[in-house]
């Protein structure tokens, strides 16, 4: 890994961490066999928390979002649940019928489509066996 690639990474590892700061979730470490990262398009954590709860978060070139560490076993499968809450997110926004929240919806069904692609793609997960 190059010394940039390694500088995104630990970049996108502090927005995740800041991120969950902000939401009052205090880190305490990093499961270090619960993370994968395609650079610069996405990275996914799991992280362990002071009172002893886990946390997926996903980062990179796309939205910033958290989910309890019980929605997946290992990385491949957070990132199937983030496009999948994520499609709904979008299917929500489009429903309300807002003109403001159709865009949002847009980019957000784009999105979740990407990563359904990561997660479908099984050779990105060839080396993690997981």
């Known amino acids: ?44 954590w799991k992280f362990n928390l ?16 958290h989910a309890n560490g019980d929605v997946a076993f290992c990385s491949r499968e957070a990132v199937h649940h983030f496009s999948l809450k994520w499609q709904l997110q979008a299917e929500n926004f489009l429903k309300a019928n807002i003109e ?5 919806a847009h980019t957000l069904n784009a999105q979740a489509k990407t ?9 990105l997960w060839l080396e993690n066996k997981e």
């Open 100 to 104: 403001e929240q159709d865009k949002l």
């Open 115 to 123: 990563l359904f692609q990561i997660f479908n793609d099984e050779s």
């Open 50 to 65: 002071h009172d002893k709860s886990q946390w997926w978060v996903v980062a990179g070139d796309l939205p910033v979002d």
């Open 1 to 44: 890994m190059s010394n940039k690639q390694q500088m995104w990474l630990d970049s996108q590892c502090s927005i995740a961490i800041d991120y969950l700061e902000k939401k009052g979730l205090i880190v305490e470490n990093i499961t270090v066999c619960e993370k994968k990262h395609l650079i610069p398009l996405f990275s996914i």
